[in-house]
């Protein structure tokens, strides 16, 4: 789980003392270039906080085989000086290992034992097999993409002086879980949406040491493109051809320089586009005071320096607007929610209970409110608060909660668990139905559940009881797909029922299974982590989630919260009954 920390500081690479963080965290078509081998450069001076890990332990002189495995294992995680602390468990001719190839991210519990019929060794060498879970792979460009399967691998080990070493091994590293998070850090790379022409973050990691190369190695993953989560949703702004023209490098004056060439002819707009994608993402690494260079010259003509500040109207984290409350449908009618409870019905016929509601969604801004009745199976209306709803046309057996891009323009929804539909809306308020192509999400089975995350790119849906996401993309000619579609932590997320996004990286689930009730889970699978029960009744059936909102859920008795005033319990809000279904504006 990644820490929701103040802009400029870092975030945390992974799902620990999880009650704790959410109670503080809430009030509850680019190529690649490369950085040269060679340049004129400043001294790059430590521009991130903390000290660099100490190094593991190497072997120690009466190591078996098995414990020399292990021990290599366990001290693949730091990367510092190409593995160093990994290599000196090798001996001389495994100096060649490349260590470059893949890194994959392994579960905890790995075996290390010899194969049961081991090749033909003298009584100086021997096989050593590892066999573990893989969780997944990290790309040359800093994603992680989840392929959970069994690994096994083997080592030839020698005997010198009495000591064991690595003599032969598999290229590539396999690190433990555990030793990815202490060892690498979650950061945000941002491209562009280009129906809004916005930031948009895709979450990538980063060698947390040595900390004074993280600025250079953050341009290095921006310029490597979207991650193929995001392939084909969003773009960068920064051409094929761009290279930079030296080093990442601080100035006398602190700030950090980056002096890019070969851009081509961009206008003003995608020259801020461009800016926005470099400081946002070099904000990730606690830089902030960007020099963005041009050939030399400033990228932007009408400033020097750049900090995130300079890009707040693009960099809202697309949260619901701090004055638009949540609201519950309760009783077939929709009420605000309040602090501790439900408030009075919202005024008009969505509180009016006439039109005995199922679920209801708003906007991000407040401003319009979508519905489902059951007065006639399901049927999807929309209006403003207070006003009159009007129906879509939009009917089925079953229809899943309205979610709202956030430009309150579509509001989506599932239809009989087949039909993944967008309602449109347009500027004068008239109403149209567009179709989605979401073929690759109902090829796995039947939707119950269907949300978009708030910057509208991409979409989690629990679909046959399991967790799966992919990306909204848009073509030019107006037509709507959901692309780059896979299932996350199959064997963990089963007898789902509802999910909510908690912020860009982050989805939080609920579901049948008393072991695995309500989970918070990275966008990318590589984090899964249970939050604590304790107060619910279970099985639970909803869950509603927003940055710097209180989560909440559904459950046998009524609502419940966890947030910053709840002291890491769930606390049941005042006036919900069984049944409840809760929402964020969004």
């Known amino acids: 789980m990644s820490r929701r920390l103040p802009r400029g500081l870092s975030r945390a690479g992974h799902l620990v003392a999880v009650g704790a963080l959410l109670a503080a965290s809430s009030v509850v078509a680019a190529g690649c270039a490369s950085v040269p081998d060679s340049s004129p450069v400043q001294v790059l001076r430590k521009v991130t906080e903390g000290d660099d890990r100490a190094v593991p332990p190497g072997p120690s002189e009466d190591s078996g085989p098995l414990d020399i495995v292990r021990g290599f294992v366990n001290a693949s995680g730091s990367s510092q000086d190409r593995h160093a602390a990994a290599r000196r468990f090798l001996t001389l001719t495994a100096a060649n290992w490349d260590d470059d190839a893949t890194l994959t991210v392994i579960a905890e519990q790995f075996d290390t034992v010899y194969p049961r019929k081991p090749p033909a060794l003298d009584a100086d060498r021997t096989v050593v097999r590892v066999r573990g879970t893989s969780l997944g792979r990290l790309t040359p460009s800093g994603a992680f993409e989840l392929d959970e399967a069994p690994l096994e691998f083997d080592f030839t080990l020698t005997r010198r002086n009495g000591n064991w070493r690595i003599d032969t091994l598999p290229s590539g590293v396999r690190v433990r879980l555990s030793d990815f998070r202490a060892n690498y850090r979650s950061v945000k790379t941002y491209f562009v949406d280009p129906a809004r022409q916005a930031p948009v973050a895709d979450l990538r990691y980063l060698p947390a040491n040595p900390a004074r190369t993280l600025p250079s190695r ?88 750049l900090t995130r500040d300079a890009f707040a109207d693009m960099d809202a984290e697309d949260e619901p607007t701090p004055d638009v409350p949540g609201m519950v449908v309760a009783g077939g009618r929709v009420r605000s929610l309040r602090t501790g409870g439900l408030g009075d019905p919202l005024p008009g016929p969505a509180g009016s209970g006439g039109l005995d509601l199922a679920s209801a969604s708003a906007t991000a801004d407040g401003r319009r409110l979508a519905v489902v009745s059951r007065a006639d199976g399901r049927r999807l209306l929309v209006g403003r608060p207070g006003a009159p709803l009007e129906a879509t046309g939009l009917r089925a057996e079953s229809m899943t909660r309205p979610s709202w891009t956030p430009t309150g323009s579509e509001a989506w929804t599932v239809l009989d668990g087949s039909r993944v539909t967008r309602l449109t809306v347009d500027h004068s308020g008239h109403l149209g139905v567009g179709t989605v192509d979401g073929a690759a999400l109902t090829a796995l089975g039947p939707i119950t559940d269907l949300r978009l995350s708030r910057d509208g790119m991409r979409v989690a849906a629990v679909v046959a009881g399991q967790l799966v996401v992919g990306a909204v993309a848009r073509s030019v000619g107006g037509e709507v797909a959901v692309r780059n579609v896979r299932m996350l932590r199959s064997a963990d997320l089963t007898e789902l029922v509802g999910l909510a996004w908690r912020n860009s990286d982050q989805i939080v689930v609920v579901g049948r299974r008393p072991d695995r009730a309500v989970e918070v889970v990275t966008v990318d699978g590589l984090e899964c982590q249970p939050l604590p029960t304790n107060n619910l009744t279970l099985p639970l059936s909803a869950v509603a989630a927003a940055p710097g909102r209180p989560l909440l859920v559904t459950d046998q008795t009524g609502l419940w919260s966890f947030g910053a005033d709840d002291l890491g319990s769930w606390r049941q809000l005042v006036g919900s009954v069984a049944g409840s279904v809760a929402a964020y504006p969004g």
């Open 218 to 305: 953050a341009i290095e993953q921006l310029m490597a493109g979207p991650s193929s989560a995001l392939a084909g949703a969003v773009y960068s702004v920064i051409p094929r051809t761009a290279r930079l023209r030296a080093n990442v490098a601080e100035a006398p004056d602190g700030a950090v320089v980056v002096d890019l060439t070969e851009l081509g002819n961009l206008d003003e707009g995608r020259r801020r586009l461009l800016a926005a994608q470099v400081v946002l993402s070099l904000a990730e690494v606690n830089v902030n005071r960007v020099r963005l260079l041009d050939d030399g010259a400033r990228l932007l003509s009408d400033r020097d320096d």
